[in-house]
């Protein structure tokens, strides 16, 4: 071999040496940046489930409000029951999967969203019947001084009720679900299903303002992940914006109005229970459970 041959062979080794080097030196960079990336999401995780279980403690603290409403106590029981699931599953959920661990912590705020609205109904209502309440004391008493008054009293009672119902707003009566397959036709096979149609009906009211409106739908599969959530689908909703699935405007005269809103399916759809939310003007105005059996 000659002078020149070993110098170049020398060189070589030297170079593959360092390159080796190198390479060993990123791969432990590497690993270390993982391994803190892991201890970030992990702490993540438990703050999140921290504050899953202090909204668990909340709800069972609102279970023991006198709700006079079992409308809005059976909203209140399913909103619960959504949060016992979340948690739980938030639970099982590997630290690496930080992409759900994320999606766990949207699902939260909005359930706080939700959930915020739905006491402020209940506080709305119970001091409502109070003031009803006593007002109707003094208006009995007041009758039975007066017999005279019996007919004012009685009126005002009339408008007091009335009042009463005019600051009602929006409310969906009755909301149920068909499965369409990619032809647009019913469907009972889950795995045809490439569309949701929904069929609502809200109820009349004459002292509602008229006029085109927006109605913003959410609907939340049984895994509790809501359907067909975008980063540009979001509505004012309270203090904060929350997203929804569809959107629809119609136009309110007063009247019952019946509508269809439709729900495109990307994905095979889930047997359960789907949680169906309906929204217009900043009011939360009807909640429906939906079963799909097959």
Do not use: H
């Given at each position: 071999m000659t002078k020149t041959n070993k110098i170049l062979l020398i060189t070589l080794l030297v170079l593959l040496v360092g390159a080796v080097g190198v390479l060993v030196y990123l791969n432990y960079h590497q690993r270390n940046e993982m391994q803190e990336l892991v201890e970030i999401i992990e702490i993540e995780k438990e703050e999140l489930q921290e504050e899953y279980e202090n909204l668990a403690i909340e709800f069972d603290g609102y279970s023991q409000m006198d709700i006079q409403n079992d409308s809005l106590q059976d909203l209140l029981f399913r909103e619960q029951q959504r949060v016992q699931d979340l948690l739980e599953e938030l639970r099982i959920t590997k630290v690496t999967n930080a992409r759900r661990i994320s999606e766990l912590k949207k699902e939260l705020a909005t359930v706080r969203t939700v959930l915020k609205d739905y006491i402020r109904q209940v506080d709305s209502l119970n001091a409502t019947n109070a003031r009803l309440t006593e007002e109707n004391i003094l208006v009995r008493a007041e009758n039975q001084q007066v017999k005279t008054e019996n007919t004012e009293l009685t009126?005002?009672?009339?408008?007091?009720?009335?009042?009463?119902?005019?600051?009602?707003?929006?409310?969906?009566?009755?909301?149920?679900?068909?499965?369409?397959?990619?032809?647009?036709?019913?469907?009972?096979?889950?795995?045809?299903?490439?569309?949701?149609?929904?069929?609502?009906?809200?109820?009349?009211?004459?002292?509602?303002?008229?006029?085109?409106?927006?109605?913003?739908?959410?609907?939340?599969?049984?895994?509790?992940?809501?359907?067909?959530?975008?980063?540009?689908?979001?509505?004012?909703?309270?203090?904060?914006?929350?997203?929804?699935?569809?959107?629809?405007?119609?136009?309110?005269?007063?009247?019952?109005?019946?509508?269809?809103?439709?729900?495109?399916?990307?994905?095979?759809?889930?047997?359960?229970f789907y949680t169906v939310d309906f929204f217009c003007e900043g009011n939360l105005i009807g909640s429906y459970p939906i079963q799909i059996r097959k």
């Open positions: 009126n005002l009672n009339t408008q007091l009720t009335e009042t009463v119902t005019r600051a009602a707003m929006l409310e969906i009566t009755n909301c149920a679900c068909i499965m369409l397959n990619k032809n647009d036709r019913k469907t009972r096979m889950v795995s045809q299903v490439t569309k949701l149609q929904f069929d609502y009906t809200i109820a009349k009211n004459i002292t509602c303002e008229r006029g085109l409106k927006e109605l913003y739908v959410r609907v939340i599969a049984p895994n509790g992940i809501l359907m067909n959530e975008a980063e540009n689908k979001r509505f004012p909703f309270e203090s904060d914006s929350i997203a929804y699935s569809v959107t629809q405007q119609f136009e309110y005269s007063g009247e019952e109005y019946r509508g269809v809103v439709y729900l495109p399916v990307n994905e095979e759809v889930q047997k359960g």
